[in-house]
């Protein structure tokens, strides 16, 4: 009976019980304050427990890992903890002068709508010559909405708090809420505290012409952050996260079930994949 | 619950450079490798030989990059093989003398009393994961730590919800029982120490 009731209690912190016997557990716990003081126990050393090995998914992975990721093979000598390096194979960076243009251009969309694609062709940045008007449709609208992700964070960095129009308080739901009546949906926070990113608000900015979100992360750790997470609408087809560069930024972008999300900042990239992953699957699991 | 990465291919047109399956494979292999490394961790004793299991679950998953089925969880699948390369070292080893050995260097260590706290706790908990039983540690790596659903944690260990739900409860009992009888030992040291 014992095992049986600690098996409840497990479950029931998991959010692992069907409702019925949830009403159970609870009347069990509201009844016995000695069980009450088990199940605080059981919460507390479930979040030691995570604390523990947080370490394990901030630090550093081994390069030998990820060559052997790679399937390629790394000399004991070579294999050594090194921090991910972005990898180089993106094009060049634009030519200066077009920064200056992707930051007014980001300044200038504050609150603003912007057409998909309009007025952006002349940017350079196509790559190959695409055959048809709505392949380089869809392509240009790719980079503008890169481009602003990281035109928004330059300007967020260089503003500081200034820029955030929802700064976060003790109630994040509050902060969200109130981000979220300008959004056709309702905006959703990942925690990012095992990462050591602290919320620090949100700012209303321009998915592919629809208003988004931009959720801002801080933390001392700066091979981490600070970090910029845009979460909007879509109705565009799902991409698989693809890493970009812009100048000095890293980005991660995907489209799933008409979420169009990015990660924007200069974390290293093994990191910024970690985050994105994290973050995809608590907007997924949430 | 949907898979993280398994969106399907990209529309053509949409990702500047499109990437062949096998590194796209890789990608994906590289963006849980912080997640794999912290589940080994849990079930090894050593960062390197967590390292060593995850190193090894890389190879076994790119030799057998075929049976991976898209639409499923990449994850869980890499944590299957995770757990399976453990249990097949685990078996090549004497389980009962590597449990035996642990527990004597528990009992043997005279951990330094002037340590940061905060990183004996730490340090503490992971041991304490150590002295569980392989099945309840990988259970409780699974569900407490990687946030995976009973059911998912079933289908990686390959056994019934019911029995995740007993060796958890029995592991976060367990667990706590061992963290008590950590802190009662420091503080008797620190006592002794006054």
Redesign the interface.
Known sequence: MQ?HS??A???YL?G?LAADERAHVEAWIGADPEVRGRLL??AE??S??????AD????P??E???A????ETVSPTEAEIVVLRPRRETAAPPPAARWYIQLATAAGLFGLVVGVGAGYFGSGTL?PV?PTP??QI??AS?NNWLDNAAGDFKLMVNAGDTLVDVPASGDNGDVLQKISQNLPQQVRLPDLKPWGLSFRGARLVVVEGRPAAQLVYTTDNKAIGPLALIIGSTK???????FERRQDLNLLY????GRASVLVGQSEI?YL??I??DV??QL??I | MSSRWNYGEPPEGAVPRPEPVSKRFSDQLIAVLPRLRRFAAGLTRSASEADDLVQAACERALAREHQFQEGTRFDSWMFRIVQTIWIDQLRARDIRKEDGDIAEERLGTDEPVRRVEARLALSEVRRAVSLLPPDQRATLMLVTVEGLSYKQAADVTGVPVGTIMSRLARARMALQQLLEAGVGERRSARDAEA
């Open positions: 095992k600690d098996e209690l497990v479950a998991d692992e126990a059981l050393s479930a030691t427990l995570r604390t523990a090995f394990f998914v901030t630090d992975v081994p030998r890992l990820i052997a990721a790679r399937g790559g695409k709505a392949k869809q392509t790719l565009q087809p799902d991409i698989a996260p693809t995907w489209r799933h079930q093994g994949w970690g994105a992953n995809a699957w997924d699991a």
